[in-house]
């Protein structure tokens, strides 16, 4: 059983920044990623048709006899977490908590902005797992869909790229938050924009960072930690484009990524 791979799910190709985390936290786990790429995004999509989704990337993963199943979407932590734990027979890691956790731990004054999908900031998911752990803290919260076109496009540190994210982070910033959550697996790759836009002040949380920490934690609770000390094997599926998927995906996953099938 330990021996079995991690499973990690996401509506596209953001949640290899998880898988990124996963394998940096925990080099000897074997890992199977599977992005729904004919169906994506699901951020701007009814809860309803994203928890039909979360259900069936569920199956796939479990089809392939995971030890554990990652949900790597934002969009489906805040919306159908429960699904896919009701669905699976292995322990169910979301990217909600771990990121919400940490924010309001690092936090002085108490003043925590969220950056995500319209979906994600629409369900506030955050603000309530923020305030579950301190119900003093202020959260403010605010959608920026334009960040995941500029990435996939690879305009990481463009002058348009800075531009839309001035926009996007002055409202959090006259609200004196001290603490920014990155609710989005493809934000990460923007993170120097977004800390030089906030002029170096702000403490960035990387969701996904939080929860290669909750992961491991979570293997070590089910005795699930693989003991190998083998380079392990990453495998990667898709719903659509494998190409496409495999040309951007380098840049989230900071490796090559190998052969990207479709299921």
Same mark, same amino acid.
């Given at each position: 059983?330990?021996?079995?791979?991690?499973?990690?799910?996401?509506?596209?190709?953001?949640?290899?920044?998880?898988?990124?985390?996963?394998?940096?936290?925990?080099?000897?786990?074997?890992?199977?990623?599977?992005?729904?790429?004919?169906?994506?995004?699901?951020?701007?999509?009814?809860?309803?048709?994203?928890?039909?989704?979360?259900?069936?990337?569920?199956?796939?993963?479990?089809?392939?006899?995971?030890?554990?199943?990652?949900?790597?979407?934002?969009?489906?932590?805040?919306?159908?977490?429960?699904?896919?734990?009701?669905?699976?027979?292995?322990?169910?890691?979301?990217?909600?908590?771990?990121?919400?956790?940490?924010?309001?731990?690092?936090?002085?004054?108490?003043?925590?902005?969220?950056?995500?999908?319209?979906?994600?900031?629409?369900?506030?998911?955050?603000?309530?797992?923020?305030?579950?752990?301190?119900?003093?803290?202020?959260?403010?919260?605010?959608?920026?869909?334009?960040?995941?076109?500029? =990435?996939?496009?690879?305009?990481?540190?463009?002058?348009?790229?800075?531009?839309?994210?001035?926009?996007?982070?002055?409202?959090?910033?006259?609200?004196?938050?001290?603490?920014? =959550?990155?609710?989005?697996?493809?934000?990460?790759?923007?993170?120097?924009?977004?800390?030089?836009?906030?002029?170096?002040?702000?403490?960035?949380?990387?969701?996904?960072?939080?929860?290669?920490?909750?992961?491991?934690?979570?293997?070590?609770?089910?005795?699930?930690?693989?003991?190998?000390?083998?380079?392990?094997?990453?495998?990667?599926?898709? +719903?659509?484009?494998?190409?496409?998927? +495999?040309?951007?995906?380098?840049?989230?996953?900071?490796?090559?990524?190998?052969?990207?099938?479709?299921?």
């Amino acid at each position: 059983m330990t021996e079995r791979p991690i499973g990690v799910f996401d509506s596209g190709i953001g949640g290899l920044t998880v898988v990124r985390a996963l394998t940096r936290r925990l080099p000897h786990e074997n890992i199977v990623y599977y992005g729904d790429t004919a169906r994506v995004p699901y951020g701007p999509k009814s809860p309803q048709v994203v928890r039909t989704y979360a259900a069936e990337d569920t199956d796939v993963l479990l089809a392939h006899k995971v030890k554990m199943i990652v949900v790597a979407c934002n969009t489906v932590s805040a919306v159908a977490l429960d699904v896919v734990q009701k669905r699976s027979r292995v322990p169910v890691v979301g990217v909600i908590v771990p990121g919400a956790e940490t924010a309001a731990r690092v936090t002085r004054k108490k003043r925590i902005g969220v950056i995500g999908t319209a979906g994600t900031v629409r369900s506030q998911a955050y603000d309530h797992a923020i305030r579950r752990v301190d119900p003093t803290i202020e959260v403010f919260s605010r959608a920026c869909p334009l960040f995941v076109p500029l =990435v996939e496009e690879g305009w990481i540190d463009h002058k348009a790229t800075e531009m839309i994210a001035r926009e996007y982070l002055f409202p959090l910033m006259l609200e004196k938050i001290d603490t920014l =959550v990155l609710g989005c697996t493809h934000y990460p790759l923007l993170r120097e924009v977004i800390g030089r836009v906030l002029k170096g002040v702000v403490t960035l949380v990387d969701s996904g960072e939080a929860t290669a920490v909750a992961v491991e934690e979570a293997l070590e609770t089910h005795g699930l930690k693989n003991p190998s000390t083998l380079r392990p094997n990453l495998s990667f599926y898709v +719903s659509d484009i494998p190409h496409a998927f +495999s040309e951007i995906g380098e840049r989230f996953l900071g490796q090559k990524l190998g052969v990207v099938k479709k299921m």
